[in-house]
C-alpha cells in the first residue's frame, strides 16, 4: 500500500503491476470476461495487502552478484567521500602510497621475481606486435611472480585500482538504469525471487512511485 500500487497474477504466475499512483483507503477486486462462452469461470485467491519489501535479491545472474554489488557500493561511498575537501587529502595520500607498491612488487630481485632472461625478452619483444609466439612468450612472465607478491598486489594494489576504475559497470542492486522507451532513470532496487527477469525500480523525480519492469 505505501507504493500505491496494484498488482495482479493468474495461473499461479509471477504478479504483475497492473495500476500505480492508486491513492484509496478500500478496494474491491473485479474480473471482467471479453469472452462470451458460457460456463468460464473464475477464482480469486490470496488476496493480501503488501508494504514495501525489504528483502529484495540482487538479480543475478541477469544483473551483478551480491558481492559485486557490495564492492560497487563501496566504492561508490569512497568517491562520494573523495568529492569532501575533509576526505580528498587522505583518500588521495592512500592511494598514492599503495599504487607506488607496484614497481617494488614487480621488480627484480632474489626472492622469486623476474629472472634476468625474462627481462631480457621482454626489452627484445617490446616493439612488436602481442599475437602468436609473443603471447606464449609472456605466460613464463607471469608465472616468474610470486604467490606473496600476488597476494600483495591483489590485497594493497587491486582495492584503489577500483576506486579508480570501478569493479563492475554493468546492471547491479543500487544503481542507475535508464528505462529505454521513455528515456526516464531509475534505481534498480532488486527483485523478489531468484531467477525472476522482473526488477522492481525507483524512479529518480520527486514522486518516487515504484515499479517493476521485465529485465
Known sequence: MEA???SFAKNDKEPKLAFEGVVANELYPCVLFY????????????????????????????????TTVLLESTVHLLRRLHQCDQWSPHINQHIHSHLELIGPLLREDDSGGLSPAHTEREENDRDKDLAGDDTRELLPHRRSLSEAKLAALCTEVWPVLAVIGGVDSGVRAGGVCLHKPSGRRAILLGVLKEGSSLAKLQWEEADLSVRYYKK
Open 35 to 66: 469472452s462470451s462462452n458460457p460456463g468460464e469461470k473464475v477464482a480469486l485467491r490470496d488476496l493480501q495487502m503488501r508494504g514495501m519489501p525489504s528483502n529484495l535479491l540482487p538479480g543475478e545472474p541477469l544483473c551483478s552478484p551480491q
Open 4 to 6: 500505491h500500487t496494484v
